[in-house]
C-alpha cells in the first residue's frame, strides 16, 4: 500500500510562514490535494492538483510537490490557520491520507 | 446551495449492521467520485470507499468484504452498508464529493457518529 508521511506538528509564530509537509515515493509524479481541519469541523479542501486553490481560499496557502516530497505553505499565517492538515492522493483508484499535521500559531 | 447530509449513525452493538445516507443537494451524486471518510476520536482521517461515476466501487481493505457503497440516483443519496461492524469501526463517517480524482474533494457532509460498542 502506498503511505504518506506528514509531522505529527508545526508551530509558527502569527505573520510567520508555515511549511507542512507529506512524503511518499516518487510523490511528484501524483497529484496532491490538502485539506484544513478545525476542531469539531468537518474537512475544508484547501489545495488540489498541488498548487491550486479552491473558490474562497486566501492566497497564503500555496503548494508544491517535486521528487518525493509535497508542501504545503502557509504565508502570512493567522490565529484562524490553526487547525490540523492532511494530505491527499490517490494510489490505484485507492484514496491515501497522511497522518495530518497539527499547525500550532504561537 | 451545494450540500451533503449524512445520517444513520448510532450505538450499535459488535457484530450488528448499520446503513448511513448521504444526501446530496445542489448537484446530481450519479455525475461524481462519491466518497466515505472516516475519523475516529483523535486520530486522523481514514478513506473507506468511493463510488465513481461510472458506478465503479471501491473500498479499503481494512472493511472491503463487510461494507457496501451505492447510491439511489432518485433520491440523490449516497448509502454505506456497514455489517459485522467492530469496536474499531467507531468513527465519524464523513461523506465527500469529487469531480474528478485530481480535484480533490471539495464538498464535505457534517458527519455522523457511528459507535460499536456492547
Known amino acids: 500500500s502506498y503511505d504518506l508521511t506528514q509531522p505529527p506538528s508545526v508551530s509558527v509564530s502569527p505573520g510567520q510562514t508555515a511549511f507542512i509537509t507529506c512524503s511518499g515515493h516518487?510523490?511528484?509524479?501524483?497529484?496532491v490535494s490538502w485539506y484544513q481541519q478545525r476542531p469539531g469541523q468537518s474537512p475544508v479542501l484547501v489545495l488540489y492538483?498541488?498548487?491550486q486553490r479552491p473558490s474562497g481560499i486566501p492566497e497564503r496557502f500555496s503548494g508544491s510537490n517535486f521528487g518525493n516530497t509535497a508542501t504545503l505553505t502557509i504565508s502570512g499565517t493567522q490565529a484562524m490557520d490553526e487547525a490540523d492538515y492532511f494530505c491527499q492522493a490517490w494510489d490505484s483508484s485507492t484514496v491515501v491520507f497522511g497522518g495530518g499535521t497539527k499547525l500550532t500559531v504561537l | 446551495e451545494v450540500q451533503l447530509v449524512e445520517s444513520g449513525g448510532g450505538l450499535i452493538q459488535p457484530g450488528g449492521s448499520l446503513r448511513l445516507s448521504c444526501a446530496a443537494s445542489?448537484?446530481?451524486?450519479?455525475?461524481?467520485?462519491m466518497s466515505w471518510v472516516r475519523q475516529a476520536p483523535g486520530k486522523g482521517l481514514e478513506w473507506v470507499s468511493t463510488?465513481?461515476?461510472?458506478?465503479?466501487?471501491y473500498y479499503a481493505d481494512s472493511v472491503k468484504g463487510r461494507i457496501t457503497i451505492s447510491r439511489d440516483e432518485s433520491k440523490n443519496t449516497v448509502f454505506l452498508q456497514l455489517s459485522s461492524l467492530r469496536v474499531e469501526d467507531t468513527a465519524v463517517y464523513y461523506c465527500?464529493?469529487?469531480?474528478?480524482?485530481?480535484?480533490?474533494?471539495?464538498?464535505w457532509g457534517q458527519g455522523t457518529t457511528v459507535t460499536v460498542s456492547s
Open positions: 445542489g448537484f446530481t451524486v450519479g455525475s461524481h467520485y
Open positions: 516518487k510523490m511528484g509524479d501524483r497529484y
Open positions: 465527500a464529493r469529487a469531480i474528478a480524482a485530481v480535484y480533490g474533494m471539495d464538498v
Open positions: 463510488l465513481y461515476s461510472s458506478g465503479s466501487t
Open positions: 492538483q498541488d498548487t
